[in-house]
């Protein structure tokens, strides 16, 4: 089993960053590959970002390339997310997740979610 917290968000205007974090505990950090979904009201969750069990691959859904960075320290059990340039249409509860093994887009591959944290963007 493994536990996920995130932390991080909150109300910011069109343009601003914020930075989420995620602390996992549980079996080895390391062994997990982590990633990001986010909910808007309304609208299925839908995938933002993943990484690889060391950290050294990552992906993104096109709508944040550029602008989202995804990262972890293993040391810390620790899955973070840079949003950058953030827009209203990022607005939603950003979820946390993990899996065993390797990095995955698909919602259903995730066993592990932690309980959401929220982002809301004003314009």
């Known amino acids: 089993q493994v536990q996920l917290v995130e932390s991080g968000g909150g109300l910011v205007q069109a343009g601003d960053s914020l930075r989420l974090s995620c602390a996992a505990s549980?079996?080895?950090?390391?062994?997990?590959?982590m990633g990001w979904f986010r909910q808007a009201p309304g609208k299925e969750r839908e995938f933002v970002a993943t990484i690889s069990r060391s950290g050294g691959d990552t992906a993104y859904t096109n709508s944040v390339k550029g602008r989202f960075a995804i990262s972890r320290d293993n040391a810390k059990n620790t899955v973070f997310l840079q949003m950058n340039t953030l827009k209203p249409e990022d607005t939603a509860v950003y979820y946390c997740v993990g899996r065993f093994g390797d990095m995955s887009e698909l919602v259903r591959n995730y066993p592990y979610w932690g309980q959401g944290t929220q982002v809301t963007v004003s314009s």
């Open positions: 549980g079996r080895p950090f390391s062994s997990y590959a």
